[in-house]
Antibody, heavy 123, light 107 residues
Framework: QVQLQESGPGLVKPSQTLSLTCTVSGGSISSGGYYWSWIRQHPGKGLEWIGYIYYSGSTYYNPSLKSRVTISVDTSKNQFSLKLSSVTAADTAVYYC???????????????WGQGTLVTVSS | DIQLTQSPSFLSASVGDRVTITCRASQGISSYLAWYQQKPGKAPKLLIYAASTLQSGVPSRFSGSGSGTEFTLTISSLQPEDFATYYCQQLNSYPFTFGPGTKVDIK
């Protein structure tokens, strides 16, 4: 059973960089076949896909966040990470990591999720 | 971006009721749609992908249908553990987007 666990600071100051890591257990990121994703949910709101990464390092980002987002992978640690720069209060959200499984090229849904971590942007 | 709308946004139902939630896409997405269930304080849980394929372990009272721009999620007999918020997600094109959610509450 694949499990994902987010970790990182719960409080980030405005204009700084939000950094989160997702540790995957029960399966190897390097085995391929899946993309590894970040998704966020503003308090009381819907879900927003941030982007994802393949074990090779190939990434796709949501254009709405692309200028501020970097997703990276560390296969030796079976982890992938999110960096979101120049944060504002609007970036306050629960951040989830998730495994993306494809049914066709470029067509992915999310079958395993972490529990989520609340990140608050405040001075 | 492909916009998804869901109706209703809220519904009140009783245990044993048949419940149907609709998801509409702003453009055709073939059968590239997934449904998730989210309970308060928890991560979303995948129910259905490819519009109608039940994820392993999900009870058979959940079913999905549709293609193109209109999709439905049906719960054939609502159970106490089904009270939650349901989201659709399009996987047809980047960026992947989610619907605004339908909250199913106890009548």
């Amino acid at each position: 059973q694949v499990q994902l666990q987010e970790s990182g600071p719960g409080l980030v100051k405005p204009s700084q960089t939000l950094s989160l890591t997702c540790t995957v257990s029960g399966g190897s990121i390097s085995s391929g076949g899946y993309y590894w994703s970040w998704i966020r949910q503003h308090p009381g709101k819907g879900l927003e896909w941030i982007g994802y990464i393949y074990y090779s390092g190939s990434t796709y980002y949501n254009p709405s966040l692309k200028s501020r987002v970097t997703i990276s992978v560390d296969t030796s640690k079976n982890q992938f990470s999110l960096k979101l720069s120049s944060v504002t209060a609007a970036d306050t959200a629960v951040y989830y990591c998730a495994r993306a499984r494809g049914i066709a090229k470029g067509r992915y849904y999310f079958d395993y999720w972490g529990q989520g971590t609340l990140v608050t942007v405040s001075s | 971006d492909i916009q998804l709308t869901q109706s209703p946004s809220f519904l009140s139902a009783s245990v044993g009721d048949r419940v149907t939630i609709t998801c509409r896409a702003s453009q055709g997405i073939s059968s590239y749609l997934a449904w998730y269930q989210q309970k308060p304080g928890k991560a979303p849980k995948l129910l259905i992908y490819a519009a109608s394929t039940l994820q392993s372990g999900v009870p058979s009272r959940f079913s999905g249908s549709g293609s193109g721009t209109e999709f439905t999620l049906t719960i054939s007999s609502l159970q106490p553990e089904d009270f939650a918020t349901y989201y659709c997600q399009q996987l047809n094109s980047y960026p992947f987007t989610f619907g605004p959610g339908t909250k199913v509450d106890i009548k």
